[in-house]
């Protein structure tokens, strides 16, 4: 079956620009992540959704980064006025339930020039 | 605030040898889980192998094992007759049970696993 699809792969924009990141979890599945991975590091957990609703987003760095997940499947990743400080890997997840193991996408890598 | 920690950036071993990744970590929990993730050039975080703290016994998932040492907050990966096939970064991962209901994992720094033929 399909897996977690994440798009777009590559992304490169400039400072200042606004993104967008789209992540379409494994069908079913209500529990979605998002961590970001910088170079050389492992993950950084984000933001955790359960259905439509933010559960947690006690990881995002700052207000100019926000998550969507109106219908309580594809998710977007915003981020506005972007800087260069904000390149990195951008991984999306997602469980059937809270407690099943996390299945992740190949994610988004995001340059910011 | 939970740490995970890997000491050694690269490794190195010949095909159909033993090799050992190591991870220590830091919490002052005593449920939790413990998750060894590979990561090949495509970026996909894959399962390689998971741990629950209240569980004696080390898991084991076919050529891949665990040495866990609780006491020592200890979680060394095995992986026995390496293949080419697992050549690729590994992270070790840490998780308190469901706050909020969310696997926040935290991930150490990561091991460059290389198979020679």
């Known amino acids: 079956g399909a897996g977690v699809s994440q798009t777009p792969s590559n992304k490169v924009t400039e400072k200042g620009k606004y993104v967008e990141l789209r992540c379409d979890p494994i069908?079913?599945?209500?529990?979605l992540y998002w961590y970001r991975q910088s170079l050389g590091q492992g993950p950084e957990f984000l933001i955790y959704?359960?259905?439509?609703?933010?559960?947690?987003d006690s990881g995002l760095p700052n207000d100019r980064f926000f998550a969507v997940r109106p219908e309580g499947s594809v998710s977007t990743l915003k981020i506005q006025r972007t800087e260069r400080g904000d390149s990195a890997v951008y991984l999306c997840?997602?469980?059937?339930?809270?407690?099943?193991?996390?299945?992740f996408g190949n994610g988004t890598r995001l340059t910011v020039t | 605030a939970q740490t995970v920690t890997q000491s050694q950036p690269e490794m190195s071993v010949q095909e159909a040898e033993t090799v050992t990744l190591s991870c220590t970590y830091d919490?002052?929990?005593?449920?939790?889980?413990l998750f060894w993730y590979k990561q090949p050039p495509s970026r996909q975080m894959i399962l390689v192998i998971r741990?629950?703290?209240?569980?004696?016994q080390n898991a084991t998932e076919n050529r891949f094992s665990v040495n866990f040492q609780k006491a020592a907050k200890s979680f060394s990966l095995k992986i026995s007759d390496s293949q080419l096939g697992d050549t690729a970064m590994y992270f070790c991962?840490?998780?308190?049970?469901?706050?909020?209901?969310?696997?926040?994992?935290?991930f150490g720094q990561g091991t460059r696993l290389t198979i020679n033929p």
């Open positions: 997840a997602s469980s059937l339930i809270q407690n099943s193991p996390l299945h």
């Open positions: 069908s079913g599945h209500t529990a």
């Open positions: 959704f359960q259905g439509t609703g933010a559960a947690d």
């Open positions: 919490t002052s929990e005593n449920n939790y889980y």
């Open positions: 741990q629950e703290a209240y569980k004696q």
């Open positions: 991962a840490f998780t308190l049970p469901l706050i909020q209901g969310a696997q926040k994992l935290v």
